[in-house]
T-cell receptor, first 112, second 110 residues
Framework: DADVTQTPRNRITKTGKRIMLECSQT?????MYWYRQDPGLGLRLIYY???????NKGEISDGYSVSRQAQAKFSLSLESAIPNQTALYFC???????????FGSGTRLTVV | KNEVEQSPQNLTAQEGEFITINCSYS?????LHWLQQHPGGGIVSLFM???GKKKHGRLIATINIQEKHSSLHITASHPRDSAVYIC????????????FGTGTRLQVFP
């Protein structure tokens, strides 16, 4: 099994729908992140969490919310999806120095 | 202007060639990551370095903190090295937040 598992891998949804992307990890890391990747742009940080009670906004949090249900689970929700949220979404964990980052396989989301 | 710039954006090579991908950054960072993204989309961490040089197999990463520059070298390139290579600056060990370059797309032909 992958260290960081994202579900679903692909999703097509309609404008205005609520959608949740899920992430679970077996690394035992406290730090978890949601990033978004758009063509021609670097990955950008949406939200990050250091533990269940510590949730922080990233640079592009508008239109998104998150839930840290447990140390191992960090979910990203789009409350009312819009077409410009079409992107590749990555969950990642960090064990801090010197362990570095572990990324999930990504969720390709299309909003039509 | 991006705070993390990579060059070139696209790179084509013949199998066996020596490859260099460059990364320059204009923000203060605690360390720099080199990541590999395969066509399927998944991202794998190759290196995290804060000084000097690291080597893993045919991959070598170097960083010059004073010049705010890092390079990723691939020796004896192979078609399976075809991927997008991304450098990312670690803004702080306290948060582990990353700031990403836009990637270099490498294609290695047999």
């Amino acid at each position: 099994d992958a260290d960081v598992t994202q579900t679903p891998r692909n999703r097509i949804t309609k404008t205005g729908k609520r959608i949740m992307l899920e992430c679970s990890q077996t690394k035992g890391h406290d730090r978890m992140y949601w990033y978004r990747q758009d063509p021609g742009l670097g990955l950008r940080l949406i939200y990050y969490s250091f533990d269940v009670k510590d949730i922080n906004k990233g640079e592009i949090s508008d239109g998104y919310s998150v839930s840290r249900q447990a140390q191992a689970k960090f979910s990203l929700s789009l409350e009312s999806a819009i077409p410009n949220q079409t992107a590749l979404y990555f969950c990642a964990t960090s064990g801090g120095r010197p362990y570095g980052y572990t990324f999930g396989s990504g969720t390709r989301l299309t909003v039509v | 202007k991006n705070e993390v710039e990579q060059s070139p954006q696209n790179l084509t090579a013949q199998e066996g060639e020596f490859i260099t991908i460059n990364c320059s950054y204009s923000v203060g960072i605690s360390a720099l990551h080199w990541l590999q993204q395969h066509p399927g989309g998944g991202i794998v961490s190759l290196f995290m370095l804060s000084s000097g040089k690291k080597k893993h197999g045919r991959l070598i990463a170097t960083i010059n903190i004073q010049e705010k520059h890092s390079s990723l070298h691939i020796t004896a390139s192979h078609p399976r090295d075809s991927a997008v290579y991304i450098c990312a600056g670690l803004l702080s060990y306290n948060t582990d937040k990353l700031i990403f370059g836009t990637g270099t797309r490498l294609q290695v032909f047999p």
